[in-house]
Structure formats: structure tokens, C-alpha cells
């Protein structure tokens, strides 16, 4: 079973453009939901993350919109640039157990960004 | 500050082999995370260790193990090698149990 569901597969966006990435989750024991950018044969990398109890964060060109009664979570990157171009993933993880639980992970998308 | 290392970055083992994957996490970081990502797919978790004891434990079967030293560096095992086991096995650390958590390059693993 899915935890975290995530859409588009893949993506194609205008440069300078708004890039919009969605996960549902099911789980109402999660409360923690980061987003990762991952470069081909490159780890990982942490871009932004958000607890429930904020509906929206920003962090410069990247928000994470929160919505806990739909449980749903989506990212948005603004003035969309060519080196934004990667594979991107939301998490999902029950922090309040003290952090023993690892991260679910959506499957990804992959994001292209055309001059 | 160096990111979280691991090696080998790259390797190659035959079916019913056995490899070990090393890892060092960011300095200060006491817990470390494993992870499984076959190609075009999520990371999948497989284990978390706290000052040296097995915090979690995600779905993998009995041939996967793991470990984590007094110097919070760790190992991960995986015994008699399956071709599906072939994935980018990713180390991770993290100050305590919970909180951000910051992923190394991997080691890429090929069974044949």
C-alpha cells in the first residue's frame, strides 16, 4: 500500500515559469513533509520541510503548500530556472514517535525546465 | 564540514554473494539512516540506528543487517546477493531521532 502518492510523473515547464508538484498521504500519523531534489548519480538533497501546523512555507523560490483536512501537500517553484531541472520527491515521517520511523517517500518527478 | 561519506561509491557482486556498504555521517550527527532506491523509484527505508542501537526497521527481509559504530559511523550487510537487490543503497544522518535528514551520494550495487 502507497503511503504517499505523488503527481505529475514528469514535468515540462517554461523557464520562468511555476513548477507544481502534488503528494496526497494517508497516514494521519505523519507530521513531518520534507521535499527532496535529487541530480542523476546524486544523493538526495533536502530543499524545504513542513509541519502541520502551518499551512504554507517559503524558503526563497520554494513553497510547500499544506492542507491537513485534505491531506495533501504540494510544491511550487517560482521563476522556474534550467538548473532546477532533477527528479523530485516528497516524504513523509510520524516524527512523534522520536523519530524511529524512517521516511516514506513518493515516487517522483521528474522536472524539466526549457529555456 | 564534509557531507555524509560513503563507499564504496561503486560495485559489482555475483547472486549469493555478500557485501558490506560503510558510511560516515556529519559531524555531530548521532543517528544514522539506510535507504534503498531502485532506479526510477522512491527511497525505501531499511534502517535507523541511534547512539548504536537499531531505532527502526523498515520492510527488507532478514539477509539485510546493519550496524552502528562508538564513532556513529555504520555498516550495512546484505547477504546472499539477489539481482533485485541491485539499487543505490543511500546512508543518511541526522542530529537525534527525529528532524532534517541529510543523504550521502550512495553506493551504487550491480548483482549479476
Known amino acids: 500500500q502507497q503511503q504517499v502518492k505523488q503527481s505529475p510523473q514528469s514535468l515540462i515547464v517554461q523557464k520562468g515559469g511555476i513548477s507544481i508538484i502534488n503528494c496526497a498521504y494517508e497516514?494521519?500519523?505523519?507530521?513531518?513533509f520534507p521535499w527532496y531534489q535529487q541530480f542523476p548519480g546524486k544523493g538526495p538533497a533536502l530543499l524545504i520541510a513542513?509541519?502541520?501546523?502551518?499551512s504554507e512555507k517559503k524558503e526563497g523560490r520554494f513553497t510547500i503548500s499544506f492542507n491537513k483536512s485534505a491531506k495533501q501537500f504540494s510544491l511550487h517553484i517560482m521563476d522556474s530556472q534550467p538548473g532546477d531541472s532533477a527528479t523530485y520527491f516528497c516524504?513523509?515521517?510520524?516524527?512523534?514517535?522520536?523519530?524511529?520511523?524512517?521516511?516514506?517517500f513518493g515516487k517522483g518527478t521528474h522536472l524539466i525546465i526549457q529555456p | 564540514d564534509a557531507g555524509v561519506t560513503q563507499s564504496p561509491t561503486h560495485l559489482i557482486k555475483t547472486r549469493g554473494q555478500h557485501v558490506t556498504l560503510r558510511c560516515s555521517p556529519i559531524s555531530g550527527h548521532k543517528s544514522v539512516s539506510w535507504y534503498q532506491q531502485v532506479l526510477g523509484q522512491g527511497p525505501q527505508f531499511i534502517f535507523q540506528y541511534y547512539e548504536k542501537e537499531e531505532r527502526g526497521r523498515g520492510n527488507f527481509p532478514d539477509r539485510f543487517s546493519a550496524r552502528q559504530f562508538p564513532n556513529y559511523s555504520s555498516e550495512l550487510n546484505v547477504n546472499a546477493l539477489l539481482l533485485g537487490d541491485s539499487a543505490l543503497y543511500l546512508c543518511a544522518s541526522r542530529k537525534r531521532g527525529a528532524g532534517e535528514l541529510f543523504f550521502g551520494e550512495g553506493s551504487r550495487l550491480t548483482v549479476l
Open positions: 513542513i509541519r502541520p501546523d502551518v
Open positions: 516524504a513523509a515521517r510520524r516524527d512523534s514517535g522520536g523519530g524511529a520511523d524512517g521516511l516514506t
Open positions: 497516514n494521519t500519523a505523519f507530521d513531518y
